[in-house]
């Protein structure tokens, strides 16, 4: 009898063990989400990877707490048994409509698995600066090694107080804690033009350069920001080319303006910016000898001569 109930109580563990092995589970990347400070009306993201292990149905996504309101599900809000066995991305958005801490919870529930939450806290700030580029994507197109430059002029609204653009010396008493300050990331085939600031003006303006080093496409991005203003983006993207031999000004054709166009390379082979020469572009180099000089305007002359003739 004895031997009876111990192999009916083995045979009892071993089912339970086979069924513990098999259990639904939802399996989530980070249990807490840290949004920050996020300002009125902009939104900032936040993404996490839910993954299913023996899943018989859906995971379902729903958003609790007091301050729900202020988060948003972006991505699919049910994850089907075959996306969580690869493992799902899901996407949370923090657009507060109130100040102060704003806390929450994403739940995520699936028939037999136990509910997985992730926590989700941020802190609202009222907005008082709103920065408005009169673009948000700036292109470029020019020869290799040969300049050219846009006018960028960001607005500003419910805004009081200093504008700037950097870079700037932290260490120069007017520079101190710029209210908006504009910063270049990226390729440095892009470049901010000196230093701006205004004091309560309405509007920034800045240039940009763009002077390719290589053939191809560069990409860069100006960031704004400011004192009680969300951060903006400016994205850049220049493309670059190699003219032919003697086209200086890479329009297609070799005429009187690129013979003007090598005048002004040869007198203005100093970037004032970096104060050293900026070197010569390859297809200025008419004759081919290696040296950028006064015998490749000739050439360039007679060449428009004896098309003349």
Same mark, same amino acid.
């Given at each position: ?33 840290d /949004? ?14 839910v ?13 609790q ?14 994850? @089907? ?5 690869e ?7 923090? /657009?507060p ?8 919870? +994403?739940?995520l ?6 509910d ?23 292109? /470029? ?9 846009k ?22 008493p ?5 209210k ?16 701006t ?16 080093? @290589? ?17 903006? @983006?400016?994205?850049l ?5 190699m003219p032919? @031999? ?15 166009? +090598? ?10 910016d ?10 200025a180099?008419?004759?081919?000898d ?20």
């Amino acid at each position: 009898m004895r031997k009876i109930v111990l192999l009916a109580v083995l045979n009892i563990c071993a089912a339970l063990a086979i069924v513990a092995q098999g259990a639904p589970q939802i399996i989530v990347s980070t249990t807490s989400l840290d /949004f920050g400070d996020g300002y009125n009306g902009y939104n900032e993201y936040r993404t996490l990877v839910v993954t299913g292990v023996d899943l018989t149905d859906d995971i379902s996504l729903t958003l609790q707490g007091a301050s729900s309101i202020d988060y948003v599900i972006k991505s699919s809000k049910t994850i @089907t048994p075959e996306q969580a066995a690869e493992g799902a991305e899901v996407v949370i958005s923090f /657009f507060p409509m109130n100040e102060g801490p704003r806390w929450a919870t +994403l739940v995520l529930s699936s028939p037999g698995a136990q509910d997985a939450k992730v926590t989700l806290r941020g802190n609202g700030i009222k907005t008082s600066a709103f920065l408005i580029p009169d673009e948000k994507m700036m292109t /470029f197109e020019t020869a290799v090694m040969c300049p050219v430059y846009k006018t960028l002029v960001v607005h500003r609204s419910e805004f009081d107080g200093w504008l700037a653009v950097a870079p700037y010396n932290p260490f120069d008493p007017v520079f101190l804690n710029p209210k908006i300050a504009a910063t270049l990331q990226g390729d440095s085939d892009f470049r901010l033009m000196g230093v701006t600031m205004c004091n309560k003006a309405d509007s920034l303006v800045l240039t940009v350069r763009y002077r390719p080093l @290589t053939v191809g496409i560069h990409t860069a991005q100006i960031i704004l920001t400011g004192e009680k203003a969300h951060p903006v @983006t400016v994205e850049l993207e220049g493309t670059a080319y190699m003219p032919e @031999t003697g086209d200086v000004n890479g329009d297609g054709r070799i005429d009187i303006a690129d013979v003007t166009s +090598l005048i002004d390379l040869l007198l203005n082979n100093i970037d004032d910016d970096e104060e050293e020469e900026v070197g010569m572009p390859p297809y200025a180099d008419a004759n081919e000898d290696g040296i950028v000089g006064i015998s490749d305007v000739t050439l360039l002359i007679d060449h428009m001569l004896t098309a003349r003739e």
